[in-house]
């Protein structure tokens, strides 16, 4: 089995990881998507496969449900924390969106999760329970803070101890402290934290800060600033954990372009009280790690899928799919002659606003994907298909006009679009090409590669058993509109009427590497 970095080759950003006995789990983020707040596990710290979902949606507001043309890119479950204590697990996260705090407990990892809110936003929240009973919350962004909580975790602790850890950076900075991971280890209070300065080479940068006891001041400095030669792309932000064995690691997590924000595993030594990550200040390629449980088959964090049902003639979806955002109701999505029924059911002028989109994440450095489509069912206007889903989206799908079906390849194109434009899409995408079709049903197929940055989609259709490409190759971009990984996504929307489905059937994933 593969035993290099990175560790998980495709979009979990902000890895949270404990060990509870031999089996270590990892929290990551999910933004929009549904269900929210992917937890995976592994025994080795390399090999991952997700466990389950925290929670199915967070407040049902008009924007988590992509009501009308109002949507949550980019917002949601940002940065969270997972820690166990007290044979429970405890996950906490914020929502900016929704200016809370959330926390959420189970006695399993797969739940079911009892959720607590705290209504204020507390920026990458960590959780941190000590030895004396008492449990603190730490956040924030520039500006770290502790606040001791109750300890159910309901709320803040009256009187409870509540300070500043860090001050502002009186340096000038393109990001001030941020991502919060409050461990204790061996009897002292470490503070993991990222920031991103001016001063070459200028790149996210993990630090860590120390005391003897919260009341104390914390000191402490630069952990690592390497990118693995992969285009100045910062490993930084995560927390440490302790193997069976006693070795300690961090898992920390990479931008690798459109792809997304990909976990990389570095070892940890110390040098008395001191973390001293990777070798040199690189971070190693190949790992030298024991699994404890070496013959342990893991589930793939990707999947094909013929869209079984069970015992009711529901459809069950693998863990491997999230929404786009909460789903609508089961009659909007469901099984049908061998397949996924997505029907729509509001009037969308493009792609991302489209309800029920059903997404997988891409894998690096490339990956593919097909399915059949079949539009019989479709009303005029309706556009149904594969898509690379995020800001700068590109797609292949049916669609039907006048009775009619044609191909067609729609996109955002990127030019003149800043990364760091996070205002909502409202324009229809740009026509690129348009084939007419024989048969209301086709196999599509898109392509992606992420090698060294390359981040570009190809289309194709299956034409008389043979792939064609359709429309020319199209340029991804990672943007904080989105904030997330480009992914596969199966579609259906109207742009005239509501109510038109198309069946989904023999989903394959492709990834080889």
């Known amino acids: 089995m593969d035993r290099t970095n990175p560790i998980i080759k495709a979009d979990f950003p902000d890895p949270d990881v404990i060990r509870v006995e ?252 001191v973390p001293v990550l990777g070798a040199g200040g690189k971070t190693p390629k190949a790992l030298d790690i024991v699994s404890s449980r070496p013959y342990y088959q893991y589930a793939p964090i990707y999947t094909s899928d013929n869209f079984r049902v069970n015992e009711n003639g529901e459809a069950v979806l693998k863990k491997q799919w999230e929404f786009n955002h909460v789903p609508d109701a089961k009659n909007w999505w469901f099984a049908k002659e061998g397949g996924l029924v997505l029907r729509n059911g509001k009037i969308s002028t493009n792609v991302v606003h489209a309800s029920n989109t059903l997404t997988q994440r891409m894998m690096w450095p490339g990956c593919a994907a097909e399915v059949t489509v079949d539009a019989a069912g479709l009303r005029d206007g309706d556009i149904a298909g594969l898509c690379a889903l995020q800001g700068c989206y590109g797609l292949l799908g049916v669609t039907k006009e006048h009775g009619t079906y044609y191909l067609v390849v729609m996109e955002r194109a990127w030019e003149n679009i800043s990364r760091l434009d996070r205002s909502p899409d409202y324009m229809p995408g740009s026509l690129v090409e348009k084939i007419r079709l024989e048969d209301s049903k086709v196999r599509i197929r898109l392509n992606v590669n992420f090698e060294d940055m390359e981040d570009v989609a190809e289309f194709y259709y299956q034409n008389k058993k043979r792939w064609k490409r359709v429309g020319e190759p199209h340029t991804l971009v990672f943007r904080l509109d989105h904030f997330t990984g480009c992914r596969f996504g199966l579609f259906n929307f109207a742009t005239k009427e509501i109510g038109g489905e198309a069946i989904f059937k023999e989903f394959r994933y492709i990834y080889e590497n």
């Not at 429970?88 to 959420?104: G, H, N, P, Q």
């Not at 400095?221 to 954990?241: C, F, K, P, S, W």
């Open 22 to 273: 031999d089996t270590y789990y990892m929290l990551s983020t999910t933004m929009h998507f549904r269900p929210g707040a992917v937890l995976l596990r592994s025994y080795d710290l390399v090999h991952w496969e997700i466990v389950s979902h925290v929670f199915e949606s967070l407040n049902n507001s008009p924007e988590e449900c992509l009501q009308g043309e109002r949507c949550a890119y980019g917002h949601g479950m940002w940065a969270g924390s997972l820690r166990y204590h007290k044979e429970s697990f405890y996950v906490c996260f914020a929502s900016l969106d929704a200016s809370e705090t959330y926390i959420y407990v189970a006695k399993q990892a797969d739940g079911p999760w009892e959720k607590k809110v705290i209504p204020e936003y507390r920026h990458h929240p960590s959780l941190l329970f000590d030895e004396d009973e008492r449990v603190y919350l730490v956040s924030g962004y520039e500006e770290i803070q502790i606040r001791e909580l109750l300890q159910d975790c309901s709320s803040y602790k009256p009187g409870g101890l509540h300070r500043t850890l860090l001050e502002p950076m009186k340096e000038d900075v393109y990001l001030g402290y941020e991502g919060s991971h409050m461990q204790k280890i061996n009897g002292k209070y470490y503070l993991f934290v990222i920031y991103w300065p001016k001063v070459e080479p200028a790149r996210r940068t993990q630090l860590f800060f120390m005391a003897d006891s919260l009341e104390e001041d914390f000191a402490g400095g630069e952990l690592l600033r390497d990118d693995r030669d992969y285009h100045n792309q910062g490993v930084a932000q995560g927390g440490l954990v302790e193997t069976l064995n006693g070795k300690w690691y961090a898992i920390l997590h990479q931008d690798h372009g459109a792809v997304g924000r990909i976990p990389v595993l570095v070892p940890v030594r110390w040098e008395g009280d």
